[in-house]
């Protein structure tokens, strides 16, 4: 296989776990008020709510400090080994502007990013988790 060829599969392995990570934290939120509504048990489990707690928090870390995504780094860094055009910015805003053409400036994704996580964080009382070893 051609080192090139290499290099553009990596970075398109980053990017779908880049997409499954953003997907995992918007609809992990929406399962779980959905989860509350029809009474599935699985959305109390702790270990899902650290997860996806942990997701958003590291998202809104990163954009308040204005830092970008791991993700997008290395999946620029390798298509730009192998050759390949970039972009420029974060991830969510090359996406958001590709797909819906869509401008605005970088507080605008920092504003949302910090609503959404305070949603996350509210979810943990609308429906809060179930403790370790606690199976009901």
Same mark, same amino acid.
């Given at each position: 296989?051609d080192?090139?060829v290499g290099?553009?599969?990596?970075?398109?392995?980053i990017?779908?776990?880049h997409?499954?990570?953003v997907a995992?934290?918007?609809?992990?939120?929406v399962?779980i008020?959905?989860g509350?509504?029809?009474s599935?048990s699985?959305?109390?489990n702790?270990?899902?709510?650290l *997860?996806?707690l @942990?997701a958003?928090?590291?998202?809104v /870390?990163?954009?308040w &400090?204005?830092a =970008?995504?791991p993700?997008?780094?290395w999946?620029?860094?390798?298509?730009e080994k *192998?050759g390949d @055009?970039?972009?420029?910015g974060a991830? /969510?805003a090359?996406w &958001?502007?590709? =797909?819906?053409y869509?401008?605005?400036?970088p507080?605008?994704?920092?504003?949302v990013?910090?609503?959404?996580?305070?949603?996350?964080?509210?979810?943990?009382?609308?429906?809060?988790?179930?403790?370790?070893?606690?199976?009901r």
């Amino acid at each position: 296989m051609d080192e090139r060829v290499g290099y553009l599969l990596a970075a398109d392995a980053i990017l779908l776990v880049h997409v499954q990570f953003v997907a995992f934290v918007i609809f992990g939120l929406v399962l779980i008020l959905l989860g509350n509504w029809r009474s599935w048990s699985w959305v109390r489990n702790l270990w899902f709510r650290l *997860a996806h707690l @942990a997701a958003i928090g590291f998202v809104v /870390v990163q954009a308040w &400090l204005g830092a =970008v995504c791991p993700l997008t780094v290395w999946e620029l860094a390798l298509r730009e080994k *192998a050759g390949d @055009a970039v972009y420029t910015g974060a991830f /969510v805003a090359h996406w &958001l502007e590709a =797909v819906l053409y869509y401008r605005a400036p970088p507080w605008v994704f920092v504003v949302v990013y910090t609503v959404f996580g305070a949603l996350v964080v509210a979810s943990w009382f609308w429906v809060p988790p179930r403790r370790f070893g606690n199976v009901r």
